[in-house]
Structure formats: C-alpha cells, structure tokens
C-alpha cells in the first residue's frame, strides 16, 4: 500500500467551512485600503534571492535560517517570498513608478518562512500588506496606522494595543549601537545565545528577546531616544499627537525595534494577548534607505504588514461566526426531463439575482435522497422542479428551516419571491 501522502509541515489547508471568515478579512480590508485610495498591486511569489539579502539584510534571523532558497535549472539562486515589501519595491523600481512621483499600495498572498510551526505561526501564512512611497512627512506615517485602526474597527477586533517608537536616523542609530553594545558587553556572562550571535551582527535584535531570563537586562539598556536629534524627535511628536487627536490609544515602546534591517524613525505593532506567544496581529515602520539599498533613487516609503493567519485566529477566539456561506436555496429537480430546462431556470435566476446563492441538484437521485441534500446544504429553502412543474411553468417552494405550507409559484415570480423572502 502506497503511503500516504500528508501536507508538508507548517502549511495548512484552509476548508470550506473556514473560509468565509477569511474572505470576510480579505473583503474587509479591500474596502478599507480602497476607502484610502490605495491601490492594489500583485508580485510574484518568486524572487532572487539577492533581493531579500540585500533588503532584509544577510545577518537576520530570516535570511540566515527560515528562507526557502534554491538553485533553478539556470543556477539562480530564487527564494520563496519570506515578506512583501521587499518584492513590491523590487516592482515598482522595475515598472519606474516611483520617479518623481507618489504611490499608495496594497497587497495580499502567501509567504513563506521555515519556522517552528505554532499556534499562529505556520511556514505558509498569508500576509496583507499597505505601502506609501515618495512621501517624507510625519502625516503619511500617521495615515498609515490610521489605515490599520480603522481596519480593526471595521473587523469588529477590539482589545489590540498599539505600540510605537521611533529609531531615528541611520547615523542616530549607529550612535545609540555604539552605547547600547558597551552596555551589552559589560552583562555579556549573562546574555542567552542567540543575544551573543546578535551583539556582534545586530544588537538591536537583543532588545527584541522574548527570553525572560533576558528581560532585566534589556530593561536596564540605554534608550535610543538620547541619542536622536530635533527632526526626529519631533516627527516622532506629530505621529503620537495625531493619534492622540483621533482618539487611537497608543503606548510607546522604546524597546520596539523590528526584526527587518531596512525600517528607520517610525515603527508600530499592534500586540494581543489571545494568542499566546504570537501576540503581534500587524507590524510595520518607516523604511526610508531600502529603496536606494536597491540600487534605486532616495525614496522615502512606510508601510504595514498584515498576518491574515492571527488576525482570523484572532476573530475565532472572540467569536466571530463566520459570515453565512450556505445556499438562499437548492433546486430539486425531479425526473430526467426537468435537467437541462433546471439548469436554464437556475442561470436565469443568477441573472436576475446576482447575490443569489443557488444550489441546483447533481448526479441525480431520488425525490427523498435529493430533499437530503437540500436539508444538509443548509439551504432555507427548496425549490421543487418536475415534470408536472415543467409543463405548468410553476416551481414548488418548501421551506427547510420554518414550518410553513408549501406553496407553488409561476417561474416568473419565483426571482421576486426570492428577492423579498431572502434578502437577495
């Protein structure tokens, strides 16, 4: 007997039974971004690798260890996208829309990482992302995470926390590195391994150790907010004073660093403690210096993340049911003469009610077997198609869920009847 063949760890199938939850997600955030003027833009699911090291930075925990890279037949070297702002500026560069211009963006689809799969956490994981190019001011950060507020707002999402802080400049940060590894140094008995590894490729990874053994030690670590100037300090002020301005709770941070090489001055996450230790639903930051650290023009740029997975995961732990995927009504057809004139009658009430979820009967079966399935498809309604119906241009309507007579109607009544009775 041929093994079994299972899914590859750490993917997932998504059921039918589950996906509307999703959709209601992806159909959410459609509208919010689209409400904002972003557009949507789609990138491969494949890139050269070089992309990511030289975007997400060769000494991160994501390039040494969880990417999926391989050679091709051609010996490129090409990587599953682990993120999606490396590949959505890769595009826009490619396609010359940044020049001399602004751009406000949005995608969705599927990234890949090899972690340890956990409750919120899996190798494929669905990411929605929104990016703003060529706009240097406070007031598109502040845009950005309004983005994501009204998002939770608009999901029915109550209880995340936001938490922001500010990374300065790139020369503001080489100089709170150069106090924040003497500092490390001077309690390096004391630091667990992976602090080590970062202390000499990225310490301000160290601050970001969900270690607790770690967590008095990261307390007590000089704060990067000493070493920034005015201008940072008060794009910084305008964020949180506009966020205070439109009644979004904020804390700020200041251990906050992300785990990507390419964020500057703003970042944020939106935190929740329902899912254990995979608390961060969405996360994002200015990235000013990626766009010329690919070879293209200064471009200053912000943008968010989204995990789909956590924000579902999310809703299912405050109970939200997922939106009604189940036929308005399924179409009993009775007698091989009644097949095709069914299928005609079916596309002619789709044409009339687009919004109509009508399932017609397949594969036959008898008048008891199919009101079966019309029961089990969770239809409100049957309706009833036979050879009798047929020549009298009528259809029997039985409801599934009420106790109500059944009736008979003329077909031309049928598309109204639908329409007043289910709502389509």
């Not at 949507?40 to 991160?60: A, C, D, N, Q, Y």
């Not at 906050?256 to 090489?261: F, I, M, P, S, T």
Request: one cysteine or more; charged letters at 25%; hydrophobic letters at 40%.
């Amino acid at each position: 007997m041929a093994k079994k063949i299972q899914a590859v760890r750490g993917m997932r199938d998504i059921l039918p039974g589950q996906t509307p939850l999703w959709q209601f997600v992806e159909d959410t955030a459609r509208r919010v971004f689209q409400s904002y003027a972003y557009g949507e833009i789609r990138t491969p699911v494949l890139e050269m690798t070089e992309l990511f090291k030289r975007s997400i930075g060769e000494v991160t925990d994501i390039v040494e260890k969880e990417m999926y890279s391989f050679e091709d037949r051609n010996g490129d070297s090409l990587t599953l996208r682990p993120e999606g702002t490396a590949g959505c500026v890769r595009a826009c560069m490619e396609n010359g829309l940044l020049h001399n211009q602004t751009q406000r963006l949005w995608y969705q689809g599927a990234m890949f990482r090899h972690e340890r799969p956990q409750k919120g956490r899996y190798r494929q994981f669905e990411q929605i992302g929104l990016e703003a190019y060529g706009m240097a001011g406070p007031d598109i950060d502040l845009e950005v995470i309004l983005v994501s507020a009204r998002l939770w707002k608009e999901l029915g999402i109550s209880g995340l926390e936001l938490q922001i802080n500010t990374l300065g400049t790139p020369d503001e940060r080489k100089a709170y590195r150069t106090r924040l590894v003497e500092y490390l140094r001077a309690h390096q008995d004391r630091l667990d391994e992976d602090s080590l590894r970062r202390l000499e490729t990225n310490p301000l990874r160290v601050l970001d150790s969900k270690n607790p053994e770690m967590t008095d030690i990261i307390t007590g670590a000089p704060s990067l907010m000493d070493d920034l100037g005015e201008e940072s300090r008060t794009h910084f002020e305008v964020i949180v004073r506009g966020l205070e301005a439109a009644g979004v709770d904020y804390v700020v941070n200041p251990r906050l660093v992300r785990g990507l090489d390419y964020y500057s001055r703003t970042v944020f996450e939106w935190m929740t403690d329902l899912l254990g230790a995979q608390g961060t639903v969405c996360a994002g930051g200015r990235y000013d210096g990626l766009v010329e650290q690919l070879g293209g023009r200064p471009t200053p740029a912000v943008g968010f993340g989204m995990g789909v997975d956590r924000v579902v995961a999310v809703l299912e732990e405050l109970g939200a049911a997922p939106t009604d995927a189940d036929p308005h009504a399924y179409l009993v057809l009775a007698g091989d003469q009644v097949q095709a004139p069914g299928l005609v009658l079916a596309e002619e009430l789709r044409n009339l009610l687009p919004g109509l979820r009508l399932q017609v009967n397949c594969g036959g079966g008898s008048f008891k077997s199919q009101f079966k399935k019309a029961d089990r498809s969770g239809a409100r309604v049957a309706l009833i198609l036979g050879e009798d119906e047929l020549r009298q241009q009528q259809v029997g309507v039985k409801w599934l869920r009420e106790q109500r007579d059944q009736v008979s109607l003329a077909q031309g009544q049928l598309a109204a009847f639908l329409k007043e009775e289910i709502g389509e």
